[in-house]
């Protein structure tokens, strides 16, 4: 989140995916002959940060697909609450990393019309 | 394996290789330090001290003395500030910072709280940014100063979070969301260019950040460079200042957006900002407590289902500053904190785009 600002998890995705793009940005610099102004010791600290946030996410994920049923037995409620559960770990493989990619392609097509608009 | 661990763990605050000292001097001569106050008297003594006790010496350190009643004015002057009073109160921080901004003839300006301290050598670290001529504004890494009340305590965790993953992310893009307000140094002619601080919206830090991307110019988010403000310690402090930002936000998005469109990274930041905003406002103010009281209240546990994309960035930082326990004793406020932080977008949310009222009204809260 930013400071201030609450976060429901979309803006996790979107830092989660810069930080993966990062190395391809220092390399696409390489190319290009320009030198990345926080480097690689820079990028590999982020990348442990965001490898670690997959990684703690997971698990939370597990927890509650696999570990919580066996302990908390398979009452009504707690079915519920699995299938939410499974809905949400979906949610976070799947359907928010595509509703990001589907946000910044409308952000990008967006701007493409408005920059056109003004340029006529 | 030790390399491994100096590398995560070394502390990210002191990482940044400081640049030659006699460099830095010379840019420091030419920097004039503007602090807004008012009512101040209680910590602008010790802001000014932080100043004077600079690795580098500044041109000037002026105090705007905006019209208080509890001698602030005569607080700072004794602490060896330059101090201008204006005719009335400015009414907001941005008019105060202004109204010195006229005699600033300094190549640098910097804005700073009158409730906020600096780290000895957080000048020294955060004036090269500038030596960049593309660059017209730099800021510096935000940690409370008292991490004592439980509002203190989720502030203190929403900054290590905010400050360690997202900023970093946003300076590697060479696109921070916003250059803070409580320390930032900037290029004088292009602030003066600027028309100084907008008192336009509740965030005057963020339209100033967001008008410099819109001329083209950069802004840099310089890690090593340490200021500790106060932050709210009540309620009462704390709903005041969210409500600023929150309607500052909203404010700003619907002022700058199509400015905004036209600068790349800047519109994806800014943008999934809002959207999280308004989707984590809505699910846990409105849909999460449906959930728990309509159909189970096991749901209360996705209240935490994000705890380990908190934890992570925040105890690396905790970590290598040995402050371990401190965050996770935190940890729970961080929560507290956070779902007010919903009420007051959502509050702002609707006032700002349902009923079409602008907050204009500039209530200080730290």
Redesign the interface.
Request: avoid cysteine; charged fraction near 15%; charge should be positive.
């Given at each position: 989140m930013n400071a201030g600002l609450p976060s429901a998890g979309i803006g996790v995705t979107f830092y989660l995916l810069a930080t993966v793009a990062m190395p391809f940005f220092e390399i696409w610099r390489l190319f290009k002959r320009e030198s990345g102004r926080l480097g690689w010791r820079f990028i590999l600290r982020q990348l442990s940060i965001a490898t670690n946030i997959i990684l703690g996410i997971s698990l939370a994920n597990l927890f509650f697909d696999i570990v919580a049923p066996r302990y908390i037995g398979t009452n009504r409620s707690f079915t519920i609450f699995g299938q939410v559960a499974k809905l949400a770990h979906i949610s976070n493989i799947l359907i928010m990393p595509a509703i990001l990619i589907a946000v910044l392609a409308v952000i990008e097509v967006a701007s493409l019309i408005h920059v056109r608009s003004r340029t006529r | 394996m030790t390399k491994i661990k100096k590398?995560?763990f070394t502390d990210?605050l002191h990482?940044n290789q400081k640049p030659p000292l006699w460099s830095v001097r010379d840019m420091a001569s030419d920097l004039t330090i503007i602090i807004p106050a008012f009512n101040e008297a209680k910590s602008i003594a010790d802001t000014v001290k932080s100043l004077k006790n600079q690795t580098v010496k500044v041109a000037r350190i002026i105090v705007v003395d905006d019209f208080s009643s509890d001698g602030t004015g005569e607080i700072a002057r004794a602490a060896g500030a330059e101090v201008l009073r204006p005719e009335a109160n400015t009414g907001t921080k941005a008019g105060a910072q202004n109204f010195a901004l006229k005699s600033v003839t300094t190549k640098f300006t910097m804005a700073i709280d009158a409730d906020t301290i600096l780290a000895p050598d957080a000048i020294e670290r955060l004036l090269p940014a500038l030596q960049d001529p593309k660059v017209a504004a730099a800021c510096g890494f935000?940690l409370p100063r008292y991490v004592r009340t439980l509002w203190e305590r989720g502030?203190y965790i929403?900054?290590l979070?905010?400050?360690?993953?997202?900023k970093?992310?946003q300076?590697?893009?060479e696109c921070p969301?916003?250059s803070s307000g409580c320390f930032s140094v900037y290029r004088s002619s292009v602030l003066q260019a600027n028309g100084g601080w907008s008192t336009r919206t509740m965030a005057e830090d963020m339209d100033l950040t967001w008008s410099f991307y819109q001329a083209g110019h950069k802004v840099r988010f310089v890690t090593g460079a340490l200021c500790y403000p106060i932050e709210p310690n009540n309620y009462t402090f704390m709903s005041k200042?969210?409500r600023r930002?929150?309607h500052g936000?909203i404010q700003n998005f619907k002022f700058h957006w199509?400015g905004v469109?036209?600068v790349p990274y800047l519109?994806?930041v800014v943008?999934?900002?809002m959207?999280?905003?308004v989707?984590?406002?809505i699910?846990?103010i409105l849909l999460l407590p449906a959930?728990i009281i309509f159909?189970?209240?096991?749901?209360a546990?996705?209240y935490l289902?994000?705890?380990?994309?908190v934890?992570?960035?925040v105890l690396?930082q905790a970590v290598s500053r040995k402050e371990t326990g401190l965050a996770i004793s935190s940890i729970p406020a961080y929560f507290v904190l956070?779902t007010f932080?919903?009420f007051m977008?959502l509050e702002a949310l609707i006032t700002e785009v349902v009923l079409r009222r602008t907050l204009a009204t500039y209530e200080k809260g730290h």
């Open positions: - | 590398l995560l990210l990482n935000v502030r929403e900054y979070f905010a400050f360690v993953f997202f970093q992310v300076d590697y893009y969301l916003i200042q969210l930002w929150s936000f199509r469109l036209r519109r994806s943008i999934i900002a959207i999280d905003a989707i984590a406002s699910f846990n959930l159909v189970s209240p096991l749901f546990i996705i289902a994000d705890l380990p994309a934890m992570v960035p690396f956070r932080n919903g977008f």
